[in-house]
């Protein structure tokens, strides 16, 4: 699976990070910003979230939850 942000900013954005579960799965410095995940093989739901950051240091993120079926 591939998980998948979008980022826009008024200045440069830096760096989008990918977690999941709060572990970080790593890190994108250019667009298109994706990451690829290799889902656990046990059903469960999972937190996925995108955090990105700007050329002055500033950051926003977005999570979601997701079942693994």
């Given at each position: ?26 890190t ?13 093989g ?8 995108a ?19």
């Amino acid at each position: 699976m591939t998980i998948n942000a979008t980022a826009s900013d008024s200045t440069t954005i830096t760096q989008v990070q990918f977690y999941v579960d709060s572990s970080l799965l790593g890190t994108v410095t250019t667009a298109p910003y994706s990451y690829p995940w290799k889902v656990p093989g046990k059903k469960g739901t999972h937190t996925v979230k995108a955090q990105a950051y700007d050329a002055k240091g500033n950051s926003a993120s977005e999570a979601i939850t997701v079942t693994a079926q």
